[in-house]
């Protein structure tokens, strides 16, 4: 089955600086990519997501990610955090109908202000 | 719109008992997944429904997890016999279906086995 690996448990950075959160994928196929966030006592929500198309996609609240399928990656980037962006971020991937997407452990971003 | 539902939210289990915990999904959603959340692993699947039949279930859990959908609107997790180390959050989800799909999460039943 496909899997997923966030190298990052946690990062830290002050508020108004740039982000980028790692993820890397691994399947042999075309894989379906997402980003979901999930705030303190919250279930995980949609941040974005990317099948096919324009590499670089948006997403809610500023964050955009690319994909990059040379190095199996699909980093998450942000030009200006906020204090509200602390939150822990999940990568997934989905490969074919029939298989349930699978998630990364998590990077956990505090925003300093 | 409501959505997905997770019933008991806290649950505390001596070792040994049996615990089922409970789920309705997004009205409508076709796919149903339950998830094992713990800080250093993640998200962990524990069993996938299409349409109520099983599609999937994480092999390293099929021993003492069972999970069901005894409708299109109900699905139940049973941890039997729980152990300690089955500590951690368990998040059902839902989805319309297919991989490009959005999935939707419950906020979890935090299990604490003592």
């Known amino acids: 089955a496909q899997s997923v690996t966030q190298p990052d448990a946690r990062v830290t950075v002050s508020e108004g600086a740039s982000l980028q959160l790692r993820c890397k994928y691994s399947?042999?196929?075309?894989?379906?990519l997402f980003w979901y966030v999930q705030y303190p006592r919250q279930g995980l929500q949609l941040l974005l997501k990317?099948?096919?198309?324009?590499?670089v996609v948006q997403g809610v609240n500023g964050f955009e990610a690319e994909f990059i399928k040379s190095n199996s990656s699909f980093h998450l980037r942000k030009a200006s955090v906020h204090w509200s962006d602390s939150a822990v971020y999940f990568c997934?991937?989905?490969?074919?109908?029939?298989?349930?997407?699978?998630f990364g452990a998590g990077t956990k971003l505090s925003v300093k202000p | 719109d409501a959505g997905v539902t997770q019933t008991p939210r806290h649950e505390v289990a001596e070792k040994g008992q049996t615990i089922i915990l409970k789920c309705e999904p997004v009205?409508?959603?076709?796919?149903l997944f339950w998830y094992r959340q713990t800080k250093i692993q993640g998200l962990e699947l524990l069993s996938y429904?299409?349409?109520?039949?099983?599609?999937?279930d994480g092999g390293a859990f099929k021993d003492r997890f069972k999970a069901e959908m005894l409708n299109s609107s109900f699905s139940t997790l049973k941890i039997q016999p729980t152990e300690p180390k089955d500590s951690a959050v368990y998040l059902c989800?839902?989805?319309?279906?297919?991989?490009?799909?959005?999935?939707?999460f419950g906020k979890g039943t935090r299990l604490t086995v003592v």
């Open positions: 989800a839902s989805s319309f279906g297919g991989p490009n799909t959005e999935v939707f």
């Open positions: 399947y042999s196929g075309t894989p379906y």
């Open positions: 990317y099948y096919s198309g324009d590499p």
């Open positions: 997934a991937v989905s490969a074919s109908n029939n298989n349930a997407p699978r």
């Open positions: 009205s409508g959603h076709n796919d």
């Open positions: 429904f299409r349409s109520k039949s099983l599609m999937e």
